[in-house]
């Protein structure tokens, strides 16, 4: 499986981004799919996910702001990220979890960077 991301960007606080993550390969294998995101000398941690049967969850930081979505037909997941705060800056990692047989793999795709100005 592999990730590609892409609509990272630098945005005024309160502005809007949309994240798309694009897989390819072997997909239909993939059972998860969710957004990450690491600020400098921090962790990265979980924004958003999505099951292959459309189950969502979320960070409680960004509830209310941002979605999750996807479309099958294009293998691609989507962050619709609205009213941004300055603390939204990091790099953001698409992230997707296959299953063959009865192992588990994760697969991440290049960050992209959201840069939100105060």
């Known amino acids: 499986v592999q990730l590609q991301a892409s609509g990272g960007g630098l945005v005024e606080a309160g502005g809007s981004l949309r994240l798309s993550c694009a897989a390819s390969g072997s997909v239909f294998r993939i059972t998860f799919m969710a957004w990450y995101r690491q600020a400098p000398g921090k962790q990265r941690d979980l924004v958003a996910g999505?099951?292959?049967?459309?189950?969502?969850n979320y960070a409680d930081s960004v509830k209310g702001r941002f979605t999750i979505s996807g479309d099958n037909a294009k293998n691609t997941v989507y962050l619709q990220m609205n009213s941004l705060k300055f603390e939204d800056t990091a790099v953001y990692y698409c992230n997707a979890y296959a299953t063959d047989s009865s192992k588990g793999y994760d697969y991440w795709g290049q960050g992209t960077l959201v840069t939100v100005s105060s």
């Open positions: 999505i099951t292959s049967g459309g189950s969502t």
